[in-house]
């Protein structure tokens, strides 16, 4: 009776693995029909951009806002720069890395000392930094030049990056319309004006450079930019002049736009988003970076394509 027992004990439980495996079957099936196949972006979920990816950042905006604000923003770059900047085979900063900077001939805003000295570590340990100047901070490219390697455009380039051929550009004065920026850019890169501020001592000029920077930041309306515009006005013209990717700064919003294997990105900023974006094997991918960990970026901007 015990030896009738036990062999229906396993018999119940190899009829209980049977089901077990049927209803796994079924599941997996269920999944396949709903449309639930592996994708990239199921992929961009489970780790952070690869090894030898090239990376994008722009808009951290160094020494805007309240002191311990601005120094936890710094803590969460350098921590980036130490995470994913040592393993990237190239970095693009597209301008406003600091939101202001000044070419003096003896100083420099001690303030972004840490930042500007941990890329040229980067250079030091054979990853390719290049920087572009924004609107806040288009005298940096030099000095960053000269002390640390890094390389340096002051206007918008395209390059050859990973098989793409890529519209870089910080992205301020490009667009149609907003004739007094581009007006004000124009007498602010003068050399009489460039003469002129070297003239104030940089505790007079860094602070009135900082406090006029926030009434230009303030006055800005973000919530009325127009992604769709964004791309006729910046992406359209370069992909007509053959770049099959452009990427931009300055409008803090995050965007990602795959059309007929052309990408647009605006690589948002470090104020509000903490984003930027990967190339890797030619595919880009925008990702979001909360001071120890990336992840993809899941807010608004990305179109089903580039999501895909």
């Known amino acids: 009776m015990l030896g009738s027992a036990a062999s229906r004990g396993q018999g119940m439980g190899h009829a209980s693995q049977q089901?077990?495996?049927?209803?796994?079957?079924?599941?997996?099936?269920?999944a396949v029909q709903a449309g639930?196949?592996?994708?990239?972006?199921?992929?961009?979920?489970?780790?952070?951009?690869?090894e030898g990816a090239t990376l994008f950042l722009s808009d951290v905006h160094l020494g805007s806002g309240r002191p311990e604000e601005d120094a936890v923003r710094a803590q969460r770059l350098l921590a980036f720069l130490d995470r994913h900047g040592r393993t990237a085979r190239r970095l693009f900063v597209l301008g406003d890395l600091f939101d202001f900077w000044f070419d003096y001939r003896h100083a420099i805003p001690k303030a972004h000392v840490r930042v500007a000295a941990r890329l040229g570590s980067l250079v030091e340990s054979g990853v390719e930094v290049t920087f572009f100047g924004g609107n806040h901070d288009?005298?940096?490219?030099?000095?960053?030049?000269?002390?640390?390697?890094?390389?340096?455009?002051?206007?918008?380039?395209?390059?050859?990056?990973?098989?793409?051929?890529?519209?870089?550009?910080?992205g301020d004065g490009l667009a149609r319309g907003d004739a007094g920026y581009k007006a004000l850019k124009g007498m602010l890169r003068n050399r009489v004006t460039i003469g002129a501020y070297r003239a104030l001592h940089p505790d007079l000029g860094i602070p009135f450079a900082l406090w006029v920077s926030s009434l230009s930041r303030h006055s800005r309306d973000e919530a009325k930019v127009d992604r769709e515009w964004l791309y006729r006005q910046l992406a359209l013209p370069r992909f007509a002049e053959g770049a099959d990717a452009a990427i931009t700064g300055h409008y803090h919003h995050p965007t990602h736009f795959r059309r007929e294997g052309r990408d647009f990105l605006v690589l948002g900023d470090w104020v509000m988003h903490s984003t930027f974006a990967s190339l890797s094997e030619g595919t880009f991918a925008l990702w979001s970076w909360d001071g120890t960990s990336a992840r993809p970026w899941d807010g608004p901007g990305v179109d089903p394509e580039a999501a895909a």
């Open 138 to 170: 288009f005298w940096a490219g030099p000095f960053l030049t000269e002390a640390f390697g890094v390389k340096a455009f002051d206007r918008p380039a395209t390059l050859p990056i990973d098989g793409r051929n890529v519209a870089l550009m910080h």
């Open 36 to 50: 639930f196949r592996h994708s990239p972006r199921m992929s961009a979920l489970q780790k952070a951009p690869p």
């Open 19 to 30: 089901i077990g495996a049927r209803a796994e079957e079924a599941a997996a099936g269920l």
